[in-house]
């Protein structure tokens, strides 16, 4: 299903307030949608590809499953979209609200989602390798299991994140605040530089990760005299020792 300029501008603009614009399946791609308002727009499965969204008003609409490769989405309104299974790679999303956002399992590599609001987005599976996600904030998404290697996290801000199972390996954290984050020292491990970034403990880095660290194998039970040994030693919660870690090439 194609439209031309008009037939679009008509749909867009011209129906009734409170009739909901249904767009799904539709070929978009390419159209100069710049400011449009399309909230609670029926947009599943549309070719979005390289289209004009900047500024638009997407609120509360469903682009699940839809084509926006190469997309101009810069400061759109996509608070509580539906963009689950989407294909944003290549997007621009720089300061665009995706605040409450579904984003599971979305394509977004190498998009640039700078400075973006993320704020309780789902973000679970989703793929942001080599995404760039600097001073974006993400407190309180859900990145389980997301890919983010690559990924620019620069002052990005990850207070309260869930990123149980998400790979960070060549990740850029400097200067991020991952204050009260979910995630393990292995992961903070995986990344590239972590320079200046505050732990989920709220400590500022200090060339060592804290926390708990996970064995290959288990401990045999200690003898007797080694449990006397170690009698009223505070528990020990491991540290990676990270040397280089906040520049590694």
């Known amino acids: ?32 949608l710049s400011a449009a308002i399309l909230y609670e727009a029926a947009l599943f499965r549309a070719n979005l590809s390289k289209a004009d969204l900047s500024k ?17 989405l810069s400061k759109a309104f996509l608070s509580e979209a539906d963009l689950s299974g ?16 579904h984003l599971q399992g979305a394509n977004l590599t190498g998009a640039d989602l700078s400075q973006a609001d993320l704020t309780g987005a789902n973000l679970s599976k989703a793929n942001l390798q080599g995404a760039n996600l600097s001073k974006a ?29 998400a790979g960070l390996t060549g990740a850029d954290l400097s200067e991020a605040n ?39 194998k288990a401990k045999a039970a200690p003898t007797e005299a080694e449990a006397g040994a170690t009698e009223g030693q505070p528990e020990q919660r491991g540290e990676i020792e990270t040397g280089g870690i906040g520049d590694h090439a």
């Open 56 to 72: 638009a008003n997407l609120q509360g609409a469903d682009l699940s499953k839809a084509n926006l490769q190469g997309a101009n």
């Open 1 to 32: 299903m194609e439209f031309t300029r008009v037939e679009l501008y008509t749909l867009i603009n011209m129906r009734p307030v409170d009739r909901r614009l249904w767009l799904s399946g539709a070929d978009l791609s390419g159209a100069d």
């Open 137 to 165: 904030d993400l407190s309180k998404a859900d990145l389980t299991g997301a890919n983010l290697s690559g990924a620019i996290l620069n002052e990005a801000e990850l207070r309260w994140t869930r990123l149980r199972g």
């Open 86 to 101: 989407a294909d944003l790679s290549g997007a621009i999303l720089n300061e665009a609200k995706l605040a409450k956002a």
């Open 178 to 216: 991952l204050t009260g984050a979910k995630m393990t020292a292995e992961q903070l491990a995986q990344a590239r530089t972590i320079q200046g970034a505050t732990m989920p403990d709220g400590a500022k880095y200090a060339g060592k990760i804290r926390g708990p660290v996970r064995r290959a």
